[in-house]
């Protein structure tokens, strides 16, 4: 299958501090990134459907100036999780997709971002 | 609303029999695509199958086979000869248009599997 990479895999921040996650698809284009949250023994939460340049589509209850996402590329998303506090400690998972058809049968999963703001 | 439902939160299953993982969907749009991932205790998430909403046949890929029923809005996974490896968290997803038009991959609850020697 395709390889979607997530760096960093972990990070421990300070209350206050802003971190970026990034998430590249290596050997295909997404045309369309999402962005999940999950807490322990939980599913998946959809945060953000982003578009190649374009806005994020934020799910209702998501703050976008918290949670900013940017699809600069057809290989490169960022969640950049401004002032950071201990509540956004999570496990952050980004996936990649080409929306349209022959390839929409595809969508790939970086190997998430273990959060841990102290 | 919920929009995808697994609602066997623990499965137990003998190595090298077969396990049903159930998965129903509610969606307006005509157009859709269900996914199964499975993710290890590591986190990352592997996809396994997907099936159009589309597709006359039902999916298959190894072991894993996809138990399409279009009217009945299901969209079980069948694993075959299961193997300790196969011990995880199963998820179901559909991928449609939301109300706002944009494409979304959402997760039901997941089922965890644990394979018994």
């Known amino acids: 299958g395709a390889v979607v990479s997530q760096h960093p895999s972990w990070v421990i921040c300070k209350s206050g501090t802003s971190v970026k996650i990034e998430c590249r698809s290596l050997?295909?284009?997404?045309?369309?990134m999402f962005w999940y949250r999950q807490f322990p023994k939980q599913s998946l939460m959809l945060m953000a459907t982003?578009?190649?340049?374009?806005?994020?589509?934020?799910e209702q209850g998501v703050e976008k100036d918290k949670f900013l996402i940017n699809h600069a590329s057809l290989t490169l998303s960022t969640l950049t999780v401004t002032s950071a506090h201990p509540e956004d400690s999570s496990f952050y998972i980004c996936?990649?997709?080409?929306?349209?058809?022959?390839?929409?049968?595809?969508?790939?999963f970086g190997q998430g971002t273990r959060l841990t703001v102290v | 609303a919920q929009k995808i439902t697994q609602t066997q939160p623990g499965m137990f299953v003998q190595e090298k029999e077969a396990v049903t993982l159930d998965c129903t969907y509610d969606t307006s749009d005509p157009s859709y695509g269900l996914f199964w991932y499975k993710q290890p205790s590591s986190g990352e998430m592997i996809f396994l199958i997907y099936q159009g909403s589309y597709d006359q046949q039902n999916a298959t890929e190894g072991r894993y086979s996809l138990n399409f029923q279009k009217a009945r809005k299901s969209a079980n996974l069948v694993i075959s000869a299961s193997q300790l490896g196969d011990s995880a968290m199963y998820f179901c997803?559909?991928?449609?248009?939301?109300?706002?038009?944009?494409?979304?991959?959402?997760f039901g609850s997941g089922t965890r599997l644990l394979v018994r020697p």
């Open positions: 050997d295909f284009q997404a045309t369309t």
């Open positions: 997803a559909m991928r449609d248009l939301g109300e706002d038009s944009s494409y979304k991959l959402i």
């Open positions: 996936g990649g997709a080409q929306a349209f058809p022959p390839r929409d049968t595809e969508a790939f």
């Open positions: 982003s578009n190649e340049g374009s806005k994020a589509t934020y």
